[in-house]
């Protein structure tokens, strides 16, 4: 069967932005077509704890599509953070550091697709780390298409281990927290190059305290908007997303939990087609 120039050309956006993501937090089931690669490297700024905090979250992701419907990633990881630091003698100062976050491999799949069947499933799968550090992550990933709206939703697990000395030079990992999220975005397609979303992330971490035992260190909801952007060969995704109220371990008179998470997340993420 032959294929129009015109034809081929009115494609070509589609076929580029085959794995575009219309949300910045929330996966959809999409994967890349079996032999097709891109770069995506991303960012999320952290912005507003309790006290002066700045964090810049970066991840350099080389991902590959192993089979139509199967697809694998590696992730290079670091991180920049300017905090208050408060000396001995009552002295506060603005302190910066940098440091390499490690190495995280990714697994993708899909197993119903949101346009030709009732819903979309995938499952997705992360793991990675420094030498002392594991973290693992995995999903359930569903969305569905309605015309030129779509709804997807994700149900994460993610596990913490640190490496910790047992007795003498015995050591081992052991599970140091867990969190539970539920992203939910909710997109309106605009143009086959524009998509605006809608974002809903909950965040629920349980951590080890003094006793040794599990105890919700904290539950935060945040809610903000998506625009996504695609060319013949790359696409683009930024997001704004302040917390909206801490559930549980809010912090002193505040509404959030300021303690370990941010006021404000920006998040810019990008893909290149190689």
């Given at each position: 069967?032959?294929?129009?120039?015109?034809?081929?050309?009115?494609?070509?956006?589609?076929?580029?932005?085959?794995?575009?993501?219309?949300?910045?937090?929330?996966?959809?089931?999409?994967?890349?077509?079996?032999?097709?690669?891109?770069?995506?490297?991303?960012?999320?700024?952290?912005?507003?704890?309790?006290?002066?905090?700045?964090?810049?979250?970066?991840?350099?992701?080389?991902?590959?599509?192993?089979?139509?419907?199967?697809?694998?990633?590696?992730?290079?990881?670091?991180?920049?953070?300017?905090?208050?630091?408060t000396d001995d003698k009552g002295t506060s100062s603005i302190v910066g550091s940098s440091a390499f976050k490690g190495i995280s491999l990714e697994l993708k799949g899909k197993l119903l697709d949101p346009q030709a069947d009732?819903?979309?499933?995938?499952?997705?799968?992360?793991?990675?780390?420094?030498?002392?550090?594991?973290?693992?992550?995995?999903?359930?990933?569903?969305?569905?298409?309605?015309?030129?709206?779509?709804?997807?939703?994700?149900?994460?697990?993610?596990?913490?281990?640190?490496?910790?000395?047992?007795?003498?030079?015995?050591?081992?990992?052991?599970?140091?927290?867990?969190?539970?999220?539920?992203?939910?975005?909710?997109?309106?397609?605009?143009?086959?190059?524009?998509?605006?979303?809608?974002?809903?992330?909950?965040?629920?971490?349980?951590?080890?305290?003094?006793?040794?035992e599990f105890e919700t260190e904290y539950s935060i909801l945040s809610l903000g908007p998506t625009v996504g952007y695609a060319g013949e060969r790359f696409w683009i995704t930024a997001s704004i997303l302040p917390q909206l109220?801490?559930?549980?371990?809010?912090?002193?008179?505040?509404?959030?939990?300021?303690?370990?998470?941010?006021?404000?997340?920006?998040?810019?993420?990008?893909?290149?087609?190689?």
């Amino acid at each position: 069967m032959k294929t129009s120039l015109p034809a081929l050309l009115v494609l070509l956006p589609a076929i580029a932005s085959a794995n575009q993501r219309h949300y910045a937090y929330t996966y959809e089931t999409a994967t890349l077509p079996m032999g097709a690669a891109e770069i995506e490297p991303w960012t999320t700024v952290r912005l507003m704890r309790e006290d002066y905090y700045v964090r810049f979250d970066h991840r350099l992701e080389f991902e590959v599509g192993l089979l139509d419907n199967f697809q694998a990633a590696f992730y290079l990881n670091w991180q920049e953070v300017s905090s208050l630091s408060t000396d001995d003698k009552g002295t506060s100062s603005i302190v910066g550091s940098s440091a390499f976050k490690g190495i995280s491999l990714e697994l993708k799949g899909k197993l119903l697709d949101p346009q030709a069947d009732p819903i979309g499933l995938g499952l997705y799968f992360e793991i990675g780390g420094l030498t002392n550090e594991l973290e693992i992550e995995a999903k359930v990933l569903l969305d569905k298409h309605f015309g030129d709206f779509g709804v997807a939703l994700n149900a994460v697990y993610e596990a913490e281990f640190e490496a910790e000395v047992e007795s003498g030079t015995d050591t081992e990992l052991e599970l140091h927290a867990h969190e539970i999220q539920v992203d939910l975005g909710f997109a309106y397609f605009i143009s086959p190059r524009w998509s605006v979303a809608l974002e809903l992330v909950s965040r629920t971490e349980l951590a080890k305290n003094e006793a040794d035992e599990f105890e919700t260190e904290y539950s935060i909801l945040s809610l903000g908007p998506t625009v996504g952007y695609a060319g013949e060969r790359f696409w683009i995704t930024a997001s704004i997303l302040p917390q909206l109220a801490a559930l549980a371990g809010a912090t002193g008179d505040s509404l959030h939990h300021l303690e370990d998470k941010e006021r404000l997340e920006l998040r810019l993420l990008m893909g290149f087609e190689i």
